[in-house]
Structures are given as C-alpha cells and as structure tokens.
C-alpha cells in the first residue's frame, strides 16, 4: 500500500495554524480582539504576560502600550532589542475594562498558550506579573520569587514584576529594573550548563546550590 507523506510544517506555519484555530474557537471575551503574540519564533527568551490592554486590543499586539513601552526600554538598557524575542499572553483578548483575567478564561486560553510554547520552544521563560508566573509555578509569590531562576520541563522560568505594576511606583520600578537586567545572566549561565534536569519539581535554582554546599 503507498502512503502518502505529507510534508512537516515549520514553525511559522504551526503557529499561522495555532493563530487561526484560536480565532475559530468560541472562547471567553470574543468582543475583544485576538491578540497572538508576536517576535522571533527562534528567541531564547519568551515573555508572557497575563492579558491585552486597550491599546494592544487596539493595535492586535501584544504589550504597545505604557507597559510595552517600559520593556522596550529595558530590552534597550540590556542591549536587546524586541525583535529578539517573543511576547505574548496567557489570555489572548482583553477583558472587559483592563480588569484581572477570570480563573475561567485563563483555563480557557491556556492550551492555546501550552501549544504556543511548545511550538516555539524557548529556552527560557520570563514571566511578568504573577498570572503568567502561576501558570507554571502555582505555589510561588511574585513579591518573594520575582527575579529567582526556576526550573520547569527543561526550561528555566524566570518570574518579572509585571510592567504595569512597576508603573506604580519607584519601589516597584527599582525591582522590576534589577530583575530584568538580570536576564542576560540567566541565558548566559544556561549557556554554560550541560543539560537541565527535568525529573524533578520546580525548584529554585539558588535553593538546590545551598543544599549542595551543605554536603561538603
């Protein structure tokens, strides 16, 4: 019998395909506009965040407005530039009066988000705000774990004050700044590591150096 073999989609064309079968689904907040996410599909780093706000419900693009604007300038300030990575959402369609996403619409949104990232498979996750932290890490606390290195199905999650929240006030705006300047570290220091070990539960990285240290 002869099998016809069909041609293996890249990247590009998974996500096109993602991109159309989320705006076929009947979701929550379908009175908002999709917004997908947007960047180098081969990035080291990926950033999600929690949810569009009226300018990015606006544009369909993902983190253009004041948010967006502070980590572009950040991005600048570690000498990337935003066409290095990728960024995107948990929830892909802004909620009514930029209020918090409903635990209903993140269930609802999150294998569109699950198959967004295997797709792109980044090696590194920035996450920013505590939404798109708890997605990966649902025990952490933003205030005590922003700027900590985690490790997660073979990635390194890396947990950001949300921009916004950073908008607030100097404090928050001095924390969001470290940590984020920490980020060419992180891909460094997983540059010069072997292999990341996936069979264990996230974990600290700092956490597993002490415990180590404590045997010798």
Same mark, same amino acid.
């Given at each position: @019998?002869?099998?016809?073999?069909?041609?293996?989609? $890249?990247?590009?064309?998974?996500?096109?395909?993602?991109?159309?079968? #989320?705006?076929?689904?009947?979701?929550?907040?379908?009175?908002?506009?999709?917004?997908?996410?947007?960047?180098?599909? =081969?990035?080291?780093?990926?950033?999600?965040? %929690?949810?569009?706000?009226?300018?990015?419900?606006?544009?369909?693009?993902?983190?253009?407005?004041?948010?967006?604007?502070?980590? $572009?300038?950040?991005?600048?300030?570690?000498?990337?530039?935003?066409?290095?990575?990728?960024?995107?959402?948990?929830?892909?369609?802004?909620?009514? %009066?930029?209020?918090?996403?409903?635990?209903?619409?993140?269930?609802?949104?999150?294998?569109?988000?699950?198959?967004?990232?295997?797709?792109?498979?980044?090696?590194?996750?920035?996450?920013?705000?505590?939404?798109?932290?708890?997605?990966?890490?649902?025990?952490?606390?933003?205030?005590?774990?922003?700027?900590?290195?985690?490790?997660?199905?073979?990635?390194?999650?890396?947990?950001?004050?949300?921009?916004?929240?950073?908008?607030?006030?100097?404090?928050? @705006?001095?924390?969001?700044? %470290?940590?984020?300047?920490?980020?060419?570290?992180?891909?460094?220091? #997983?540059?010069?590591?072997?292999?990341?070990?996936?069979?264990?539960?996230?974990?600290?990285?700092?956490?597993?150096?002490?415990?180590? =240290?404590?045997?010798?």
């Amino acid at each position: @019998m002869h099998v016809v073999q069909f041609p293996l989609m $890249n990247k590009e064309e998974r996500l096109k395909k993602l991109q159309a079968e #989320l705006a076929q689904a009947q979701l929550p907040l379908m009175e908002s506009n999709l917004v997908f996410g947007e960047g180098n599909i =081969d990035c080291e780093v990926l950033f999600i965040g %929690e949810a569009p706000g009226k300018t990015e419900d606006e544009l369909k693009r993902p983190f253009v407005g004041r948010a967006g604007q502070l980590v $572009n300038k950040l991005l600048t300030e570690i000498g990337w530039k935003r066409e290095d990575v990728y960024i995107t959402n948990i929830v892909k369609r802004r909620p009514p %009066e930029n209020r918090d996403p409903l635990p209903e619409e993140i269930e609802a949104y999150k294998p569109f988000l699950t198959k967004q990232i295997e797709i792109i498979n980044p090696k590194i996750i920035a996450t920013l705000g505590r939404f798109s932290m708890n997605y990966f890490l649902p025990f952490a606390k933003i205030t005590r774990d922003q700027g900590k290195e985690f490790e997660n199905n073979g990635r390194i999650i890396y947990p950001i004050l949300h921009p916004a929240a950073a908008l607030r006030g100097t404090t928050m @705006m001095n924390q969001f700044r %470290e940590t984020f300047k920490k980020l060419p570290e992180v891909v460094a220091r #997983l540059k010069n590591k072997p292999q990341i070990d996936t069979s264990s539960k996230p974990e600290p990285i700092a956490r597993k150096k002490e415990a180590q =240290d404590k045997l010798f």
